[in-house]
């Protein structure tokens, strides 16, 4: 399998924020960005693989700022490692004001995807080369965060992960 790009995977949803979709504050419901986010990432993941694809792990999820109802939300869904059959799928979340046009960066997430068979059986899955400055950084730290996933899960023991305990030292 021929090597991609993180950009070959990019993924860009956006959507107006309606007030069926908002708490007590008006503001986006948390669960609602959730779904965003993983409809968008489970396309990135297959655009990488080209296979079916199942949510394994939500990684890390940073609510920042709080999107107001009406807002025009941006979900950016790039793949940022791909490992044997597992991938790591990097989100920006994005505001634009309605005025000026300008963007704001108001959340991020990682999710971690599995390209799997007809019968949900994990398949292997093209190797990623990362291009741009934050692509290879987010590249370098995806390893430590699939251990780190992996370790909490009780699917890898503490003293395995070798790159986790590297930050230690
Ligand atoms: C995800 C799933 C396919 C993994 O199956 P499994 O039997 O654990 O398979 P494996 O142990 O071979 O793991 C497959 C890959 O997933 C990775 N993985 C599994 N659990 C993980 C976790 N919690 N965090 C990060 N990576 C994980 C493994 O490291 C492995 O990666 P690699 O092949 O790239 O090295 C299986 O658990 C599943 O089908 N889960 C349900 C998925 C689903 O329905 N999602 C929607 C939720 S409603």
């Known amino acids: 399998m021929a090597p991609k790009t993180p950009e070959q995977s990019k993924t860009t949803m956006t959507d107006l924020v309606l007030p069926s979709e908002t708490n007590p504050l008006n503001n986006l419901f948390g669960g609602e960005l959730l779904a965003r ?13 080209r296979r079916i694809v199942v949510t394994a792990s939500v ?5 920042n ?14 793949v940022s490692r791909a490992f044997k059959t597992s991938m790591e799928v990097f989100l920006d979340v ?6 000026s046009g300008v963007r704001t960066k108001a ?3 990682i999710y971690t995807f599995v390209a799997v068979d007809e019968t949900g059986r994990p398949v292997d899955i093209p190797e990623i080369t990362p291009e741009s ?6 590249y370098d730290a995806a390893l430590r965060r699939k251990q780190l996933s992996l370790v909490l899960a009780g699917k890898m023991k503490a003293h395995d992960a070798t790159e986790l305990k590297a930050l230690f030292e």
């Open 37 to 49: 986010m993983d409809r968008a990432a489970s396309i990135a993941a297959r655009r990488h693989s």
């Open 107 to 109: 959340n991020e997430a």
């Open 133 to 138: 400055e934050l692509e290879k950084a987010r």
């Open 94 to 99: 994005w505001i634009e004001d309605r005025e």
């Open 59 to 63: 990684n890390h999820v940073a609510f």
């Open 65 to 78: 700022r709080a999107v107001p109802l009406g807002s025009v939300v941006t979900v950016e869904a790039k």
